[in-house]
């Protein structure tokens, strides 16, 4: 299975921009459909983004469409989140999610529960 580890989040201040990596690890990341989460105190876990294996093909929400871009590098086994523009509200732990390209379904699923692999997270926090 796939090991996967987030890095890039920090403190900025509103308006300003970080790009989130999350590497692979135990298997190549080509066998899988990617999503990016966050997470807000006291809040359920949103989904932000979605890239199909490939890469060819990408999903956001409308909360976030226009400000984040979601990417990936097969070769490097790693799926990048740019954040733009950033608000207060965007502060939350970001993670990303793997599941299976063979699965069912739509490669952009929004619900948590349909990603097996999960990051540990990292923090962005955003200030006004």
Do not use: H, M
Not at 65 to 91: C, H, M, W
Not at 93 to 119: D, F, H, I, M, Q
């Amino acid at each position: 299975q796939v090991q996967l580890v987030e890095s890039g989040g920090g403190l900025v201040q509103a308006g300003g921009s970080l790009r989130l990596s999350c590497a692979a690890s135990g298997r190549t990341l080509s066998s899988y459909n990617l999503g990016w989460f966050r997470q807000a105190p006291g809040k359920e876990r949103e989904f932000v983004a979605a890239i199909s294996w490939s890469g060819d093909n990408s999903y956001y929400p409308d909360s976030v469409k226009g400000r984040f871009t979601i990417s990936r590098d097969n070769a490097k086994n790693t799926v990048y989140l740019q954040v733009n523009s950033l608000k207060p509200e965007d502060t939350a732990v970001y993670y990303c999610a793997a599941r299976s390209r063979y699965s069912s379904g739509n490669y952009y699923s929004t619900e948590v529960k349909l990603y097996p692999y999960w990051g540990q997270g990292t923090q962005v926090t955003v200030s006004s």
